[in-house]
């Protein structure tokens, strides 16, 4: 039971990444899933988290309206959308389930003006 991310990288201000999450092991659709970053000097913060049926549930304040979380259960994969990226979106991104206890290792975003 595992988790992978992907799809980081460095980009712009007003840039644009998608970030794969992809399961093994378990059913996307059987837990509640979420992303979350983790910025250097600061806590874990909640991006977006979706529940075992597929919505949405949560979005930050800081990213509403800029990132889109969304599934293919199929390819067993999470994504994470995001638009007008900004400096203060910097961080290792990584996808876990609460439930299961899980989590990926990340992968780094890194947003210069």
Sequence with gaps: VQVVESGGGMVQRGGSLRLSCVASGFSLSSTEMSWNR?????GPEYVSRMNANGAVTYYGDSVKGRFTMSRDN?????????????????????????DLGISGKGTQVTVIS
């Design 38 to 42: 983790l910025a250097p000097g600061k």
């Design 74 to 98: 199929a390819k067993h994969t999470l994504y994470l959308e995001m638009v007008d990226l900004r400096p203060e979106d910097t961080a290792n991104y990584y996808c876990s389930s609460k």
